[in-house]
């Protein structure tokens, strides 16, 4: 049984870097601004999902019991359950900061697609004047 | 173009590829471990320890410890960050007033009635989980973008219009912004400050005991614990959150007549 | 590790897979945008599977509420076919 669950692992990981290549083709090949902004999105998000599924650990055992502290412990003891079952919170931490700093980029990045639009009357890189076509 | 593009398709697949053959055989470390590393062992055992109390910090919750006790500098970082982006975007269209009477009608007076009953519950959720972050999952910046999502949803349902005449204004939202960021700054000094005060060594950005520091920040309310700094650090970032988010879809958002006026009075400095 | 969990996991980025594609691929730019708020409630529940509620409860107003907000805005003020 425990060789079908890595098995479906590999298939979560495998299709995030699935993911990932389509959205770099799509940033890369995509004349349109707005498509490579929404690339860009899917982008940024497949990177961090490898991020926390790095901190993921397997616990044998049935699911429910999960690393949650519902009460005020009283005693050293009733933190082994949570220090055995527990994710590591490191990379949750870090990810949590590079999704705040990639909204911040990508608001500014919409109001800069405006003001293009207003200058060059279209959201296409390829056919303005000095673009790889014009 | 069909050859550019080929040759970008398979360089991409190639790159697809090889990332996936590391991962398969191992080079990233077995997938799904058993155990966690040293590390993170520390950091769980750290966060709620009043058996050992120098290097505790007295929350429940350990992602949020981390956030913002034990790497609190690159959380407060990561809001001026945010601060500076929402600075930038208000400063393309810099010029630009609210103006009233454009014409807005909001949608219908089903799809208002609606709105007005989920009003009240996602507020109180949203604040919910920014003042309970020591305690659940959840912190400043999950309570504040709830709330901001509010926002969003009242702006579209009823128009902006609606809103600049109820007397929300681009001013008020920054100032409520920056007297989030000022109760941040304030809370990360404040042992410092009392440590001054009364003429013992203290840190910034200091939450509880330490080897070399006596002063700490208070753990409990009546019977729960109160993370020390951690409250407050919530409190705040979710009042900033809030209100930075609802100006920057506020100044993307502006009419075509704002704008124009915006440009308009942009363009003398050319 | 209950193996219904990791099966719902499998199901959601699989399903992430195909919405990832249709949107890079589609000429609306509106439907790319609603099929990656659909990659994005895929990866939400992904998350959790994988243990990280505080990033479930900061992935799901920003990616699935605010991001998509703000790209309908901009295609509002430009175009809506691309090409």
């Known amino acids: 049984m425990s060789d079908y669950i890595s098995l479906m692992f590999t298939v979560v990981i495998l299709s995030l870097v699935a993911n990932i290549g389509i959205a770099l083709y799509g940033i890369f090949t995509k004349p349109s601004l707005i498509k490579k902004f929404i690339a860009l999105t899917i982008f940024s998000d497949s990177i961090n999902s490898f991020a926390i599924a790095i901190g993921f650990r397997r616990v044998a ?23 055995a079952t527990s994710v590591d919170p490191l990379p949750q931490a870090l990810v949590l900061t590079a999704i705040v700093i990639g909204l911040a980029v990508y608001m500014f990045l919409a109001g800069l697609i405006t003001l293009y639009y207003k200058h060059y009357g279209t959201t296409r890189v390829d056919v303005v004047r000095g673009g790889s076509r014009g | 173009m069909r050859a550019r593009e080929l040759a970008i398709a398979s360089s991409v697949a190639l790159m697809v590829l090889l990332l996936a053959y590391v991962i ?23 966060a709620y320890n009043p058996w050992n109390a120098t290097v505790s910090s007295m929350a429940l919750e350990a992602v949020t410890a981390i956030v913002w006790d034990y790497r609190g500098l690159d959380t407060y970082f990561e809001t001026s960050v945010l601060f500076v982006a929402i600075i930038g975007v208000a400063a393309l269209y810099r010029g630009y007033r609210e103006m ?76 409520i ?38 002063l700490s920040m208070p753990r ?49 400095y050319e | ?17 195909i919405a990832t594609y249709l949107a890079v691929v589609s000429k609306d730019l509106l439907v790319a945008v609603v099929l990656s708020a659909v990659q994005s409630t895929a990866y939400a529940l992904i998350y959790y599977v994988l243990m990280a509620p505080d990033i479930v409860l900061v992935y799901v107003p920003v990616s699935v509420g605010l991001l998509p907000a703000v790209s309908v805005l901009l295609i509002k003020k430009t175009e809506r076919y691309e090409g």
Do not use: C
Request: avoid cysteine; charged fraction near 15%; hydrophobic fraction near 50%.
């Open chain 1, 61 to 83: 055992g049935s699911y429910p019991s999960v690393a949650v502290l519902a009460d005020v412990p009283g005693s050293p003891e009733e933190l082994q359950h949570f220090y």
């Open chain 2, 24 to 46: 398969e055989l191992g080079g990233l470390g077995p997938l799904a471990p058993h155990t966690i590393r040293d590390l993170a062992k520390s950091y769980l055992e750290y």
């Open chain 2, 100 to 175: 009233r009477g454009l014409g807005g009608a909001g949608l219908s007076e089903i799809v208002k009635t609606s709105t007005r009953v989920l009003v009240p519950l996602i507020l109180v959720a949203g604040a919910s989980i920014a003042i309970h972050g020591h305690l659940t999952p959840g912190g400043g910046f999950q309570g504040g973008s709830f709330m901001a999502v509010l926002m969003v949803l009242l702006a579209v349902v009823f128009s902006l219009d609606y809103a600049f005449e109820r007397g929300l204004s681009s001013r008020k939202l920054l100032a």
């Open chain 2, 177 to 214: 912004r920056s007297a989030g960021l000022i109760g941040i700054l304030l809370t990360s000094l404040a042992l410092l400050v009392a440590g001054a005060v009364a003429g013992v060594y203290a840190y910034v950005f200091q939450n509880m005991v330490r080897e070399s520091s006596e």
């Open chain 2, 220 to 268: 409990w309310i009546f019977d729960r614990p109160l993370g020390g700094t951690l409250f407050f650090f919530n409190v705040f970032e979710s009042l900033a959150v809030v209100s930075g988010l609802t100006l920057t879809f506020i100044v993307l958002a502006l009419r075509r007549e704002e704008v124009d006026h915006a440009l308009a009075a942009g363009e003398w």
């Open chain 3, 1 to 17: 590790m209950e193996p219904v969990a990791i099966l719902l996991a499998t199901v959601a980025a699989l399903l992430s897979v």
